[in-house]
């Protein structure tokens, strides 16, 4: 089975200042890594994932993930943060293997951007 | 329409009411899924649809009934509900092949209050 911490709930930060959302996992087998954004009143969004190849990965809006293996973790990062990515920002994962298309999602972490 | 549909996107309901909660993908996927979310839990995944056929069930309760017609809609049939049952419910598409990908893409929601 996985599991998926999410170790903030809740991130301020100031608009263009740096911000990191971190997500840790457990897991027996390989997964693959997601991160999703909820707008308010909306879906989920998917933001960026890694699949393989290079561990850092690009996605939409300017954000970015780092798969770091050997700490289990995926942190979420932008350099400069804008007040519409005010949003609650999900990690997920699902095993590479075995069929199952279950992802699993960690509690969330809501980002507010301050003027 | 594009993406994920869902309707209503509100929806208030006694307990001993009868209603049913769509969902439309016009994406072309194999995959559909529900969701519940509700406030400080995290994303509980429901049902899983595969190619039409119910691939899993996460022990939810049976007065949530889902039914899955063709590849492009998903309904959850409601009936003697509860009011912890008051949430978020999301619907999700993906495309499930034997490569990866997997990313799902999700509805809007619709939100349910059970009076």
């Known amino acids: 089975a996985q599991s998926v911490t999410q170790l903030d709930s809740q991130v301020p930060v100031f608009e263009e200042a740096p911000v990191e959302l971190r997500c840790n996992y457990s897991s027996s087998v390989s997964v693959y890594l997601f991160w999703y954004v909820q707008y308010p009143n909306q879906g989920l969004q998917l933001l960026l994932k890694?699949?393989?190849?290079?561990?850092l990965v690009k996605g939409i809006n300017g954000f970015e993930a780092e798969f770091n293996k050997s700490q289990t973790s995926f942190h979420l990062r932008k350099p400069s943060v804008h007040i519409s990515d005010t949003a609650e920002y999900f990690c997920?994962?699902?095993?590479?293997?075995?069929?199952?298309?279950?992802?699993?999602f960690g509690k969330g972490t809501k980002l507010t951007v301050n003027p | 329409e594009t993406g994920v549909t869902q309707t209503p996107r509100h929806l208030v309901m006694g307990m001993t009411n009868k209603k049913s909660l769509k969902c439309e993908q016009h994406?072309?996927?194999?995959?559909m899924y529900w969701y519940k979310q509700s406030a400080k839990k995290p994303l509980e995944l429901m049902f899983v649809y595969n190619f039409k056929e119910q691939t899993e069930n996460n022990s939810v309760p049976s007065r949530f009934s889902p039914e899955c017609p063709n590849s492009s809609h998903l309904f959850l049939h409601l009936h003697t509900l509860q009011p912890e049952d008051s949430a978020l419910y999301l619907c999700?598409?993906?495309?499930?092949?034997?490569?990866?990908?997997?990313?799902?893409?999700f509805g809007p929601g619709t939100r349910l209050t059970v009076t």
């Open positions: 997920a994962v699902r095993p590479t293997q075995g069929g199952s298309e279950k992802l699993v």
């Open positions: 999700a598409s993906s495309q499930v092949t034997d490569r990866a990908g997997y990313e799902q893409y």
């Open positions: 890694y699949l393989s190849g290079s561990t």
């Open positions: 994406l072309g996927h194999n995959a």
